[in-house]
């Protein structure tokens, strides 16, 4: 420090060389003599000033890095974990609430697409399971009573006709099928 501020001192040593010597003999100099030296003082004020902004800017520029780093990992973790989970959770709540026309669908490739696909057999499997239920309490209501047996028959064939010149869709065609079972 010089006056209370930094400064940047180098002080060289002129040293006595071969070549000195041919016009410096006769005053006594001998090769590898110290006689004198430069001293050079370079105020750092620009300098500490300059650090002290690129030591700003480097803290800005890490905090953009790491907020980049931080959305990209939070985008891809949303786009492959947390929205197929999302999904399958809408799926089976709507599976809970009775809606077994519901489907999974996850094409993620991974074990999401497994469990999606695991989720889709077994709501088909219950869904099987209740229509053949209740097919089979009309059917035994049905075979007791002579005077009504095949009308669930009929009315189905009625049922699928009236729909189709009406153009419902096809889709629809289980949900008819329960509906004339049960009426």
Known sequence: ?????PVYRRIIPLRVEE???GCHRDQG????DVRGGISVT??????????SRTRVRLIAAGMCIV???????????RRLVLNPVDHLRHVTENIDAGQYDVRASVHS?????DLATSINRMTQRVRSGYEGAVKSLAAAIDARDPYTRGHIDR????TFAVARE?????????????GVVLH
Do not use: Q
Not at 155 to 158: D, S
């Open 1 to 5: 420090e010089e006056t209370g501020k």
């Open 19 to 21: 070549t000195c010597l």
């Open 29 to 32: 100099y001998r090769e590898g």
């Open 42 to 51: 370079i105020p750092l004020d620009d300098v500490m000033a300059a650090i």
């Open 67 to 77: 907020t980049l780093v931080a959305s990209a990992l939070y985008f891809i973790v």
């Open 109 to 113: 490739g991974d074990e999401f697409e």
């Open 155 to 158: 009315v189905a064939r009625y």
């Open 166 to 178: 009406l153009g419902w869709p096809h889709e629809e065609r289980n949900k008819w099928k329960m």
